[in-house]
């Protein structure tokens, strides 16, 4: 299996509306696809983790890289797994404003992302900071 971790802009005027038809399509979807994972939705931006198998993954990922609904899609490193870090969530879902607590670490990284000023070390560290994140907050399912 992999993990693969993304961060994007979320296109203007994006609102609640498109976030559940997101949130719906991606739990359906991915329950039959055999993929877990998490949406983070960080004021203007989204950084997602989507995990299981290779093939599915990356056939999943070729669709949403085409979304309009949000651009500059730009992956990290993808990471190899033997186990996954949300089994229970078909997509988990949440919205942090930038002073929610703990969040200082996943804005950095989306930011540095979107910006291309990712160095490798932050890339490398990704996983660590988005499973310490999920650590310390609950997260709607
Ligand atoms: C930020 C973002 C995250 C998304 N995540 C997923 C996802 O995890 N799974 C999924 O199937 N679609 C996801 N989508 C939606 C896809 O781009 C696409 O609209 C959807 O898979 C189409 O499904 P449908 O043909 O069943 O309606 C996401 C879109 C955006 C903008």
Redesign the pocket.
């Known amino acids: 299996m992999i993990q693969l971790i993304y961060a994007?802009a979320a296109a203007e005027g994006l609102g609640q509306d498109d976030i559940g038809q997101?949130l719906e399509?991606?739990r359906?979807?991915?329950r039959t696809a055999g993929?877990t994972?998490v949406?983070l939705n960080l004021d203007q931006s989204?950084l997602?983790v989507?995990e299981g198998e290779a093939e599915a993954v990356h056939a999943?990922f070729t669709?949403?890289r085409r979304?309009p609904?949000?651009a500059r899609v730009t992956p990290y490193p993808e990471i190899p797994i033997q186990k996954r870090s949300f089994g229970d969530w078909s997509?988990g879902y949440d919205a942090l404003g930038p002073d929610a607590e703990g969040a200082d670490s996943v804005f950095k990284l989306t930011r540095n992302a979107l910006d291309e000023k990712l160095t490798h070390e932050e890339s490398v560290m990704a996983k660590t900071v988005i499973d310490t994140f999920f650590k310390v907050n609950r997260v709607e399912r």
Do not use: E, P
């Open positions: 994007s997101i399509a991606s359906r979807n991915n993929l994972g949406l989204f997602q989507l999943i669709r949403i979304d609904r949000h997509m």
